[in-house]
């Protein structure tokens, strides 16, 4: 164990040179913003033309759900990997006792304002084909009730239906690949959805991925519903 | 100086003092937050430029990009958390095995 002095230099030793490289960063960075090109060319044009095809009203549904599909594809499978990965590290799951988590004030709000978030979630994911709204953000609402949920120890990190949780986390993605894919049988490229269908599509869609954003963003709160294997010591 | 320059170099000063504080404290929540924010800090100067393009709207693509950004921040944050309390669980130490004297005080 080094000295209580030698410690004081060692951490001045590394947090001049980290001021100066922060420092020197935020100048570069700042420099970089100041003297960007003018005018600036965008994706408007582009988008304004295009939102005829795309079956909603809002440009940033559209983009996220028809003309970058693939993104919210990919980003639900990234959502899906952070969960295999924080089951794998066998988290004791965050569990609370009913009788010493839950004042009679706790029990009593959770009860009302789970309905209440419910209600915004739908709310929330209809909203977003004409304004700002959207999976996401009815997901991490339905997530915010699934958490409230835990810590009032109304639920268990360990469900005993574990299999129609999988499937719920899973099933935004499945539905989503399922539908890309199929139109592609019918000639179209890879989530690309002919016009006609796309609102009733992306609607659904969107449906899926808010039941499964929300199950896997709790559930990621939740840690892990497995059972540590026994390893050797 | 405009608004979105003011915005976008707002958004350059978080990530820069995020950038001292993931070298200079060892704590790992603390990396984890440093990073976390500079995500947003990032998510802040990306937001801004969708506000530099010609027209009445700002430019959609930025914005659903931002929001995918977000949900992978989410992810990663999440990840990270659970290795910290896994890395607590293991050493009983918030710190990395590579911190040789961690210092007593958050400081």
């Known amino acids: 164990m080094a000295s209580p002095t030698n410690t004081r230099l060692r951490r001045v030793l590394i947090r001049v040179p980290a001021a100066l490289l922060a420092a020197s960063l935020a100048l570069l960075l700042g420099w970089s913003v100041v003297t960007l090109p003018e005018p600036a060319t965008g994706l408007t044009g582009l988008v304004d033309a295009e939102m005829e095809n795309s079956g909603v009203d809002h440009p940033v549904t559209a983009v996220l759900l028809n003309f970058r599909g693939y993104d919210t594809f990919l980003e639900v499978g990234v959502l899906l990997l952070a969960l295999v990965a924080v089951w794998s590290l066998y988290l004791a799951p965050a569990d609370r006792d009913p009788e010493t ?8 709000l959770v009860r009302m304002l789970v309905p209440g978030i419910l209600v915004v979630t739908v709310y929330l994911l209809w909203a977003g084909t004409s304004r700002s709204g959207g999976a996401f953000q009815a997901g991490a609402a339905l997530a915010a ?17 574990e299999r129609l949780v999988r499937f719920a986390l899973a099933g935004g993605f499945g539905i989503f690949l399922a539908l890309g894919a199929g139109f592609m049988l019918l000639g179209n490229d890879l989530l690309e959805y002919p016009p006609e269908f796309a609102y009733g599509l992306i609607l659904f869609i969107e449906g899926a991925l808010t039941v499964s954003i929300g199950f896997t963003l709790a559930a990621l709160f939740f840690g892990s519903p497995l059972e540590a294997p026994e390893v050797e010591k | 100086m ?9 958004g350059m000063v978080v990530v820069a003092v995020c950038v001292y504080g993931l070298v200079s404290y060892p704590h790992l929540i603390r990396k984890i937050l440093a990073i976390n924010v500079m995500g947003s800090g990032i998510f802040l100067v990306f937001l801004s430029f969708s506000r530099r393009v010609p027209g009445e709207n700002p430019d959609p693509v930025p914005h659903a990009m931002v929001l995918t950004g977000i949900v992978v921040a989410v992810c990663a944050t999440a990840f990270a958390l659970a290795l910290a309390r896994r890395v607590h669980e293991v050493t009983r130490s918030s710190y990395l095995p590579e911190e040789q004297d961690p210092p007593e005080e958050a400081g």
Do not use: D, H, I, N
Request: aromatic letters at 8%; proline letters at 3%.
């Open chain 1, 101 to 108: 988590a839950q004042t009679p004030v706790l029990g009593l």
């Open chain 1, 145 to 161: 009730a699934g958490e409230l949920l835990l810590l009032a120890g109304f639920v268990r990190g360990r469900f005993r239906r």
């Open chain 2, 2 to 10: 405009t608004s979105v320059t003011l915005y976008a170099l707002s």
